[in-house]
């Protein structure tokens, strides 16, 4: 008789009985490898289309982060000063990663890497449409805010020139001709994950950085010149004193448009949604790199800008590169160059943003009216109709610090510290976490909510209290 179990042994009624296999236990908790991030959405896939690679992601969050915020935040450090500035810089910088590794990590437990999705399943309905609304309008505000600078740069705001002679007609009319010939090709792409989208995203974090080589050009030209600004560190003690809320509320404001800057979080989802396994670590790595890049490019503009401008920077600090100002600096070939050249670069990343923003916009809007995937007839026309009010609500708008911080104080907080900070105290603990583990897990979930109920309500005060105001810093 053979000894092997797999060979048929007569019972005693006659059947044959075939022995079952030896079966390998499972592996033991401590031989389970790191979770791999499976998107359970396939909508966003292609199978023509390859995986998006880190540099791609980091790419694309790198130029989402490098948005229309970074045009105020020189402002923001004339008003703070570069010590108080910089040290705000960080903390925030610090926050918007901890909330992208608390999504991360969700996404890793969960195999989601929709955000919308993930808000469902973590949070309930009702999360899913607080998240949903707070997409919608953060990224329709910014399309404003885009347009409202584009129209500056183009058209010139008052006192100020743009790039095109008052021939060419009012800023209601070039604003449309850009939103129909430029624009509406941009937003029309079906996926933010493909290769062109990512050239897109890499030419316009190159104008970026052109602009912050040429801000500290000017600086040192400044500087060696003993043309340099007189620069505070800090807010100026004297002038807090018998305005201690109203300081407090001002100040704090500020980390809103510190915040808009840095809330990004959907742009990481959509770039790795068409991966078959992206590991948390990727991700994270991913998550750091961008925020470490444009920490230092923020950094770099916003201290030269405001060492170039000192008091008179503007909170749209491309009015401050005007050809008078540049003249102080340079001969007046270089300085007309200067104008035209600055001015150019940044419409250029300011449109390549674009699809980075309309693309959740969009598919937010469509899955909170009608609750199914985006596609077909109907992507084209959510799409021109958001495009058509965002044009419609810029033609009327001219002052975008207020608008930043109202972004920032509401979706904002929202989307970068809140609901993340949810996520992380109420996902399910795996088998692997430690006790320890979990508490520092909870503990950073709570100080994301409390930072933001914190920054939301200043900025929502300031818009109500002191909006228009000059503060007193």
């Given at each position: 008789?053979?000894?092997?179990?797999?060979?048929?042994?007569?019972?005693?009624?006659?059947?044959?009985?075939?022995?079952?296999?030896?079966?390998?236990?499972?592996?033991?908790?401590?031989?389970?490898?790191?979770?791999?991030?499976?998107?359970?959405?396939?909508?966003?896939?292609?199978?023509?289309?390859?995986?998006?690679?880190?540099?791609?992601?980091?790419?694309?969050?790198?130029?989402?982060?490098?948005?229309?915020?970074?045009?105020?935040?020189?402002?923001?450090?004339?008003?703070?000063?570069?010590?108080?500035?910089?040290?705000?810089?960080?903390?925030?910088?610090?926050?918007?990663?901890?909330?992208?590794?608390?999504?991360?990590?969700?996404?890793?437990?969960?195999?989601?890497?929709?955000?919308?999705?993930?808000?469902?399943?973590?949070?309930?309905?009702?999360?899913?449409?607080?998240?949903?609304?707070?997409?919608?309008?953060?990224?329709?505000?910014m399309l404003v805010v885009y347009l409202v600078v584009i129209g500056d740069m183009l058209v010139g705001s008052p006192g100020e020139p743009g790039i095109l002679?008052?021939?060419?007609?009012?800023?209601?009319?070039?604003?449309?001709?850009?939103?129909?010939?430029?624009?509406?090709?941009?937003?029309?792409?079906?996926?933010?994950?493909?290769?062109?989208?990512?050239?897109?995203?890499?030419?316009?974090?190159?104008?970026?950085?052109?602009?912050?080589?040429?801000?500290?050009?000017?600086?040192?030209?400044?500087?060696?010149?003993?043309?340099?600004?007189?620069?505070?560190?800090?807010?100026?003690?004297?002038?807090?004193?018998?305005?201690?809320?109203?300081?407090?509320?001002?100040?704090?404001?500020?980390?809103?448009?510190?915040?808009?800057?840095?809330?990004?979080?959907?742009?990481?989802?959509?770039?790795?949604q068409s991966a078959s396994s992206v590991r948390e670590r990727q991700a994270q790595g991913v998550s750091a790199g961008a925020i470490a890049a444009s920490t230092?490019?923020?950094?770099?503009?916003?201290?030269?800008?405001?060492?170039?401008?000192?008091?008179?920077?503007?909170?749209?600090?491309?009015?401050?590169?005007?050809?008078?100002?540049?003249?102080?600096?340079?001969?007046?070939?270089?300085?007309?160059?200067?104008?035209?050249?600055?001015?150019?670069?940044?419409?250029?990343?300011?449109?390549?943003?674009?699809?980075?923003?309309?693309?959740?916009?969009?598919?937010?809007?469509?899955?909170?009216?009608?609750?199914?995937?985006?596609?077909?007839?109907?992507?084209?026309?959510?799409?021109?109709?958001?495009?058509?009010?965002?044009?419609?609500?810029?033609?009327?708008?001219?002052?975008?610090?207020?608008?930043?911080?109202?972004?920032?104080?509401?979706?904002?907080?929202?989307?970068?510290?809140?609901?993340?900070?949810?996520?992380?105290?109420?996902?399910?603990?795996?088998?692997?976490?430690?006790?320890?583990?979990?508490?520092?897990?909870?503990?950073?979930?709570?100080?994301?909510?409390?930072?933001?109920?914190?920054?939301?309500?200043?900025?929502?005060?300031?818009?109500?209290?002191?909006?228009?105001?000059?503060?007193?810093?």
């Amino acid at each position: 008789m053979s000894s092997s179990p797999f060979e048929a042994a007569a019972s005693p009624g006659g059947r044959v009985v075939i022995p079952a296999p030896a079966v390998t236990p499972p592996p033991f908790p401590s031989e389970v490898r790191e979770p791999l991030l499976t998107p359970r959405i396939s909508s966003y896939r292609s199978q023509s289309m390859q995986p998006p690679s880190s540099w791609e992601a980091g790419t694309h969050m790198v130029k989402s982060i490098l948005g229309v915020a970074l045009l105020a935040l020189p402002r923001v450090f004339s008003m703070l000063g570069i010590g108080a500035g910089s040290i705000c810089l960080a903390a925030v910088a610090l926050l918007a990663y901890a909330s992208l590794h608390a999504l991360a990590k969700a996404s890793a437990r969960t195999g989601v890497m929709n955000m919308s999705v993930l808000a469902r399943e973590e949070l309930g309905v009702t999360g899913q449409a607080v998240l949903d609304m707070a997409l919608i309008f953060n990224c329709f505000g910014m399309l404003v805010v885009y347009l409202v600078v584009i129209g500056d740069m183009l058209v010139g705001s008052p006192g100020e020139p743009g790039i095109l002679t008052q021939d060419c007609g009012s800023r209601r009319v070039v604003l449309a001709v850009v939103a129909v010939v430029l624009l509406a090709p941009l937003v029309s792409s079906t996926s933010t994950q493909s290769r062109s989208l990512a050239g897109a995203s890499a030419l316009g974090v190159a104008a970026i950085l052109l602009w912050a080589a040429v801000s500290l050009i000017l600086f040192i030209i400044a500087a060696n010149n003993g043309a340099l600004s007189h620069m505070h560190w800090w807010p100026k003690g004297h002038a807090l004193i018998g305005h201690g809320f109203k300081s407090a509320v001002e100040l704090t404001s500020l980390l809103s448009i510190m915040l808009v800057a840095y809330t990004c979080h959907w742009t990481l989802q959509h770039s790795m949604q068409s991966a078959s396994s992206v590991r948390e670590r990727q991700a994270q790595g991913v998550s750091a790199g961008a925020i470490a890049a444009s920490t230092a490019t923020f950094l770099l503009i916003s201290i030269c800008s405001y060492g170039v401008f000192g008091n008179a920077t503007s909170a749209d600090v491309i009015n401050n590169y005007s050809v008078e100002t540049l003249s102080k600096l340079l001969i007046p070939e270089l300085a007309q160059a200067g104008f035209f050249g600055i001015r150019l670069g940044v419409l250029i990343a300011l449109l390549l943003s674009f699809p980075l923003h309309m693309a959740p916009l969009r598919t937010s809007l469509w899955q909170l009216v009608f609750r199914q995937p985006l596609q077909g007839p109907g992507l084209y026309l959510v799409t021109y109709v958001t495009l058509g009010a965002a044009w419609l609500a810029a033609a009327h708008l001219s002052d975008i610090w207020s608008v930043l911080i109202l972004i920032g104080s509401t979706a904002g907080v929202l989307i970068s510290l809140i609901l993340p900070g949810l996520l992380s105290i109420g996902m399910e603990e795996t088998l692997t976490e430690t006790r320890g583990s979990k508490i520092r897990r909870q503990g950073g979930g709570l100080v994301l909510i409390l930072f933001g109920i914190g920054i939301g309500a200043a900025g929502i005060l300031h818009l109500a209290m002191y909006a228009g105001k000059t503060p007193h810093f």
